[in-house]
């Protein structure tokens, strides 16, 4: 469904005047993408039938420390697996916007690297990257494709010490500098564009409260009662939403 002319002429006038927005991205935008949402009922009691642990198991700092072999062949299947999905349509024009100063940051907790993959330069991942994997004992770094292409469990050709994932795992905190540096970003904006997410969520409680103007503009799909909480608010899915709104103000532009 199109976006009212008003509707998309308010967030157009919006992103053109602010001076610095940052945005931040959640779950809708990678389930946009084609990536599983793990955390879906189906899905999650497949996960627990195949590898007789829940998700939240699997990926507990505890079953990585204790259970090495069986963490790893639940990562690579389920986790970097679907990295042969690209980066959505909302993830590509977001670069788009970065490119027009439109976007000063994105801010997520997602762990797949779509803004990166997309081309998005200005990213902080709160939750670390699959692409980033580190060996505990002596630091040499190992890209994702070494995790991916191991058979057991992969360990580091210096020391011989079982590799691990740059992700935040159950059971660990983010790294306090990691959140200061996102919570400055926030703090600053003259815009805070939510994108897929609800404003109850992990990331926008951990991070909204940062949030010292007054447009904060939400995308996501479903309706929420928090959706009050917004200054702006549009239930449309995210990437159709950023589209129509490129090409209204490349239309704008030109005219």
Known sequence: MALEKKVLEKLAEILENSKYTVVLSGYGMIIESGYPALRDGDISYDIEQKYGYSLEELLHSSFYSTRKELFFDFYRNEI????????GKGFRILKEMEDEGLVGQIITRRIFGLPQ????????NLHGSVYNNHCPHCGKAYPMEYIRDSTKVPLCEVCNTPIKPDIVLFGEQVDNSVITRAAEEVSKADVLLVLGTKLSSALCRQLTGYYEG???????LYPHYSDKLADMVINQRVDDTLEELITYMKKKRND
Request: proline share 13%.
């Open 80 to 87: 970097l697996k679907p990295l042969d999905i690209p980066p």
């Open 117 to 124: 993959r997309a081309g998005c330069k200005n990213v902080i």
């Open 214 to 220: 007054s447009k904060l503009i939400l995308i996501t």
